[in-house]
């Protein structure tokens, strides 16, 4: 399939293709196989959206679509929303179960609806009980939805935060749902100067209950990814490397397992944690604990997926991307799809992608 470059308006123009080396574990094809699960990803530096499944020959496969900075995912029942530099987006997958296209994929997202944010560098997204899509604006320091005429609509900001400005005050990044409606978030400070969080990144994050306007947890390391599952908060503490399981009561963290390096982006799937490692910017990560964590080891950060035994701590599969790309963004679990594909904005296959019901309804309805 050709690949096409998004701006944030929606136009497209060519752009090259990166073919990355990739190693990965023997076993995850099997794996992905036996959770009857594929996988979504993303990597703002690239711009890229990616699909990985298990081809009809049972080798790992990708689907790959450029959106300028595509940032957060989430996805439920045959919908995938996609963060983006100046736009959310949201994609259908127009085949009905048991449907294939071309014998090989069983999901095709096509994207149906670019909402225009313009640039407000959002992270983490989610959809609430009422079907509104939720997301982090870190660049106003706020959750907000989408509004049909402004660029979006705010529905809460840290109580440490004076006001609604464009200065990334305290890198709010990250969104746990639960019952359908915001209830965590993290924050690498408390600032609430212009790009303050930047003075100390790798001290005083914040994990924040936001229906109680409480902090959690405040001994944390530029964490990101919250996720409530069995009853705990489990996060990525990107900072000293660990993904890291918070008592909510009581804000008492333990570390689960290292990560190699620095993650950003997770979902729970089954007992299983699916986490998104970066390499460094700049050649390593400075001051931050992380990186002392890897030279104790002997060991050089990577950019890929690994898959996390919960119970056990234990990493259990892996997908190292060797070259080609140097950081992920988040993943996304698309569960009873074995192989997807998705179709790019202004590609050949986006124009002629055209599908209705041939069935006609009544002119005057009700």
């Known amino acids: ?68 900075r595509a940032m957060g995912l989430h996805y439920a029942e045959g919908r995938l929303h996609l963060a983006s530099a100046a736009q959310i987006w949201r994609l259908e997958n127009i085949l009905d179960p048991g449907q294939y296209a071309n014998r090989a994929y069983d999901g095709v997202f096509v994207p149906r609806v670019g909402h225009t944010t313009g640039y407000v560098d959002a992270h983490d997204l989610a959809v609430d009980g009422e079907g509104r899509v939720i997301f982090v604006n870190t660049r106003f320091s706020c959750l907000a939805t989408l509004d049909p005429r402004q660029s979006f609509r705010p529905i809460w900001k840290p109580w440490f935060v004076s006001g609604l400005y464009p200065e990334d005050r305290c890198h709010l990044n990250g969104l746990a749902m639960v019952d359908g409606v915001p209830r965590y978030v993290t924050a690498v400070s408390r600032a609430d100067e212009m790009e303050g969080w930047r003075a100390a990144p790798g001290e005083g994050g914040v994990l924040i209950d936001v229906q109680e306007d409480r902090v959690v947890a405040d001994d944390l390391s530029t964490p ?22 918070i008592d909510p009561a009581t804000g008492a963290g333990e570390d689960v397992a290292f990560c190699p390096g620095f993650g950003r982006g997770m979902a729970i799937h089954n007992n299983h944690a699916v986490i998104a490692l970066s390499q460094a910017r700049h050649g390593d990560f400075g001051e931050l604990q992380l990186q002392r964590e890897l030279d104790s080891r002997g060991l050089r950060p990577w950019c890929g997926i690994i898959v996390v035994e919960l119970g056990s701590g234990r990493v259990i599969e892996h997908l190292r991307i060797e070259s080609g790309f140097t950081e992920l963004f988040d993943v996304a679990v698309l569960p009873g799809l074995r192989n997807p594909m998705s179709v790019g904005v202004g590609t050949e296959e986006f124009l002629r992608n055209v599908r209705f019901n041939p069935e006609f309804g009544p002119l005057n309805p009700g």
């Open 1 to 68: 399939m050709s690949e096409t470059r998004s701006d944030p308006a929606g136009a497209a123009e060519p752009a090259p293709d990166i073919v990355p080396s990739l190693d990965f574990s023997p076993n995850l094809a099997r794996w992905l196989l036996a959770q009857r699960i594929s996988l979504a990803f993303t990597s703002y530096q690239t711009g890229r959206l990616l699909l990985m499944g298990v081809g009809p020959d049972g080798r790992i496969a990708f689907s790959k679509q450029n959106y300028t």
């Open 224 to 245: 990101h990814s919250p996720r409530v599952h069995d009853g705990m908060i489990w996060l990525l503490d990107s900072g000293r490397g660990f993904l890291v399981r």
